[in-house]
T-cell receptor, first 113, second 115 residues
Framework: AQSVTQLGSHVSVSEGALVLLRCNYS??????LFWYVQYPNQGLQLLLK??????LVKGINGFEAEFKKSETSFHLTKPSAHMSDAAEYFC???????????FGRGTQLTVWP | DGGITQSPKYLFRKEGQNVTLSCEQN?????MYWYRQDPGQGLRLIYY???????QKGDIAEGYSVSREKKESFPLTVTSAQKNPTAFYLC??????????????FGPGTRLLVL
């Protein structure tokens, strides 16, 4: 079975500060991991995905995530937050190459000027 | 202009009424999904379809029905049996890459409100 835990339902940072959004997963098989971003009243946009090719994954808008098997983690980071990064972020896991995703409950990121 | 479209953007349902949410994609994706989003609960899978004329229940299928008569269309009906339908509904479709790995892409969503 697969599941995702996102630690911290709300994260606040100042503009220019490091962004760190935490995601831990549980999977009985090698996982495929995703981060999505959602702006208010919109659908989800794919930020990045881990597909076992490289443990450090770079995505859009300056975000990256590192897969750590020993820690069962896939935390999302960005060196310098921008006001436009304010949104809700979802981590998701798939336990196979094909099929359904299991989502975390989301982390709302607030960026202060 | 390729993508996933959902309509309407807002939908109001009266007591005892069935309503249908539209999802269309022109990306030639095989699989399509319906999720329900409630505040603080993430996304929960309602139904999914990996091929035309076939679909499977997700985690919260009770009170919902779907059809998949065409590859590009996957409408969701919220029936009167769904007692708490107020939520944001998201449709997704997916593509399988050359490495046989699937990625889901999402539509803009439909917000359903009960009158």
């Amino acid at each position: 079975a697969q599941s995702v835990t996102q630690l911290g339902s709300h994260v606040s940072v100042s503009e220019g500060a490091l962004v760190l959004l935490r995601c831990n997963y549980s999977s009985s098989v090698p996982p495929y991991l995703f981060w999505y971003v959602q702006y208010p009243n919109q659908g989800l946009q794919l930020l990045l995905k881990y597909t076992s090719a490289a443990t450090l994954v770079k995505g859009i808008n300056g975000f990256e995530a590192e897969f750590k098997k020993s820690e069962t983690s896939f935390h999302l980071t960005k060196p310098s937050a921008h006001m436009s990064d304010a949104a809700e972020y979802f981590c998701a896991v798939s336990g196979s190459t094909l099929g359904r995703l299991y989502f975390g409950r989301g982390t709302q990121l607030t960026v202060w000027p | 202009d390729g993508g996933i479209t959902q309509s309407p953007k807002y939908l109001f349902r009266k007591e005892g009424q069935n309503v249908t949410l539209s999802c269309e994609q022109n990306l030639n994706h095989d699989a399509m999904y319906w999720y329900r989003q409630d505040p603080g609960q993430g996304l929960r899978l309602i139904y999914y379809s990996q091929i035309v004329n076939d679909f499977q229940k997700g985690d919260i299928a009770e009170g919902y029905s779907v059809s998949r008569e065409k590859k590009e269309s996957f409408p969701l009906t919220v029936t009167s049996a769904q007692k708490n339908p107020t939520a944001f509904y998201l449709c997704a479709s997916s593509i399988v890459n050359s490495g046989n790995q699937e990625t889901q892409y999402f539509g803009p969503g439909t917000r359903l409100l009960v009158l």
